[in-house]
């Protein structure tokens, strides 16, 4: 049976507990629970569709067992001393709902808050270090960049490379062979063909949300008309206070997010075809000259 830090890697690509919230080991608590806030609601199962859904929530699992370890004295101070984690202690192997734990740390959390955060982050001294850092642990892969950045989509790779070459020219950052190898039109096809068809796939999920929506809403309507004057005022003030508690529901705050998502999608999509043609235009050329070498041979 693979151990929790076998688990660690499959879902974060490092081994090290610090490294996946990106803190360094000195980190206080309040710095801990900040960082786990951070990547967990990036990482939450509600912030993909349902075909990925699974895998997710194995992650956010696995996430909240970092933190519990980490803000735990005492696991946390046998970690540092051995590196190692004690499996089979109550942490690892009780049965916790880490969605509830999640919302119990964080209840005022919600899908707007999330969109707040990357309002607020996308852009800031806090995404270029991030940016900086992960260039550097990374080695210039952008694939790994990609995945790692907070709010980060595939159409954000453009304005990351522009970040990025402006600090490689003033000799504040490395040149690395990855960085420039990931830039080749394959690889860079392939990321934005996964965009692409992640904007479909939103798409979908939120026209089935807003029939189901739709479907749920109907029998009230009729209800709503055969009532009488007293009735229906009551039913008005009903549904003003449902109103207002739906909006934490799970259903609307995963539709709100699917508007989020498909926004951003949608802009992939918008864009495919242009940086296609572009693509092809650049490298068209160099394609074609190694082709008539090859036939001169």
Not at 270 to 284: C, I, Q, R, S, V
Request: with cysteine.
């Amino acid at each position: 049976m693979p151990s929790f830090i076998d688990e660690v890697w499959t879902h974060f690509q490092c081994r090290d507990l610090y490294q996946v919230l990106s803190i360094p080991k000195s980190s206080t608590k309040a710095e801990i629970k900040k960082a786990y806030y951070r990547l967990s609601i990036t990482t939450h199962p509600d912030k993909v569709d349902q075909a990925d859904r699974s895998e997710a929530t194995k992650k956010f699992q696995t996430l909240g067992k970092i933190y519990g370890i980490l803000s735990d004295d005492n696991l946390r101070s046998n970690y540092d001393e051995t590196g190692s984690i004690d499996d089979d202690s109550d942490l690892m192997t009780e049965d916790r709902d880490w969605s509830e734990y999640w919302r119990l740390l964080f209840p005022k959390i919600s899908t707007k808050d999330i969109e707040k955060f990357e309002q607020r982050y996308i852009g800031s001294k806090e995404e270029k270090d991030d940016l900086i850092r992960i260039y550097e642990t990374s080695k210039g892969d952008m694939e790994v960049i990609l995945a790692e950045m907070l709010c980060s989509t595939p159409e954000f790779e453009q304005r990351y490379r522009e970040i990025i070459d402006k600090l490689i020219e003033n000799k504040e950052l490395k040149v690395y062979k990855k960085y420039y190898k990931s830039e080749e039109p394959k690889k860079k096809k392939a990321r934005l063909a996964k965009a692409a068809k992640e904007a479909k796939e939103a798409e979908k999920m939120l026209d089935e949300m807003k029939r189901r929506q739709k479907a749920e809403d109907q029998p009230q309507k009729s209800s709503s008309s055969s009532s009488g004057s007293k009735s229906g005022s009551s039913s008005k003030e009903n549904k003003t206070t449902t109103s207002t508690t739906n909006d934490d529901d799970d259903d609307d705050g995963n539709s709100s997010l699917a508007s989020m998502i498909l926004k951003k999608r949608e802009k992939n999509r918008a864009n495919f075809d242009n940086l296609m043609d572009n693509l092809e235009k650049k490298y068209a050329t160099k394609g074609n000259e190694r082709v008539k070498k090859s036939k001169k041979k």
